[in-house]
C-alpha cells in the first residue's frame, strides 16, 4: 500500500500519494464538520527532512481541528517524471498527484532553503501541473524552514511569485521557522511554546481563508 509517517501524536498517516488518492480526488464529500480539505505538500524530494516533520505537525494540526489533510510528499514523485518528455505527456504514476491538486479546497505548502531559494524539485513540480486549471483561483499558504536565522523567506518568496503567476490566491499568513534542527525536539513537537501557538493560529486562519474562498 502507500507510504506513511508517524505524526506527531504518535499516529500513522497514510501518504495519499497512490491509487488510494486517486480513489479519494474529485467531488467526494467531506466528513461531518470539515470545511475543507487541505493538502499539505512536502516541498523537497530529500528523504527524512525536517521538511517532513513540519508537514506532519501542518497535518497533524489540521486533523486536530477536525479537516481533512493529505500530504503530497515530493519525495514519491515517479521517476519517469523526469525524463525530458514529461514536459508533454505525463507519466501515469504522476495521476494522483495531478489529481489531489484539481481536488484540493487549499494547498499548504512547506518549503526549506537551499542556496538561499526554494528547492528546483517544487519548482519542477508546479512546472508539471495542468496549466491554467490546477492552480487557478487555489488558495494556498506557505511555511518556511531553514537552517539559519531567516526561516527561508527568501525560498517562500521565490515559490510566491510562481504561484500568482497562476493565479492562485495567496494566504499572507506566512509562517517561518528559523533554525530549524533545533526548533522541533525530541517529542517531534516545536520547542517553542510561542513557535507553537503561530503555527496552530495560523493553521486555523488559513482553514477559514479556503472556507471562504470555497463558499
Avoid at 517529542?187 to 472556507?211: H, I, N, S, T, Y
Amino acid at each position: 500500500g502507500p507510504p506513511s509517517v508517524l505524526l506527531p501524536s504518535g499516529r500513522f498517516f497514510v501518504l495519499r500519494s497512490g491509487p488510494a488518492l486517486v480513489a479519494r480526488a474529485g467531488g467526494r464529500q467531506l466528513l461531518p464538520g470539515s470545511k475543507c480539505l487541505i493538502n499539505v505538500i512536502s516541498g523537497t524530494n530529500r528523504p527524512q527532512s525536517n521538511t517532513a516533520k513540519v508537514s506532519g505537525l501542518a497535518v497533524e494540526g489540521l486533523l486536530q481541528a477536525g479537516e481533512e489533510a493529505e500530504i503530497l510528499d515530493l519525495t514519491e514523485l515517479p521517476i519517469e517524471l523526469f525524463e525530458g518528455a514529461s514536459y508533454g505527456e505525463k507519466p501515469a504514476a504522476f495521476a494522483p498527484f495531478q489529481e489531489a491538486i484539481l481536488a484540493t479546497h487549499g494547498i499548504l505548502t512547506v518549503i526549506p532553503e537551499y542556496n538561499g531559494a526554494c528547492p528546483g524539485i517544487m519548482k519542477y513540480f508546479i512546472d508539471m501541473l495542468r496549466f491554467p486549471d490546477s492552480l487557478y483561483e487555489k488558495p494556498v499558504g506557505f511555511i518556511g524552514l531553514s537552517a539559519g536565522p531567516w526561516g527561508a523567506v527568501r525560498a517562500v518568496e521565490q515559490i510566491e511569485m510562481v504561484f500568482q503567476y497562476r493565479h492562485a490566491h495567496l494566504f499572507g499568513r506566512r509562517v517561518f521557522i528559523p533554525h530549524v534542527g533545533t526548533a522541533i525536539g525530541e517529542d517531534g513537537q516545536f520547542v517553542d511554546p510561542a513557535m507553537k501557538q503561530r503555527f496552530a493560529e495560523a493553521l486555523e486562519k488559513f482553514v477559514d481563508f479556503c472556507g471562504r474562498l470555497k463558499d
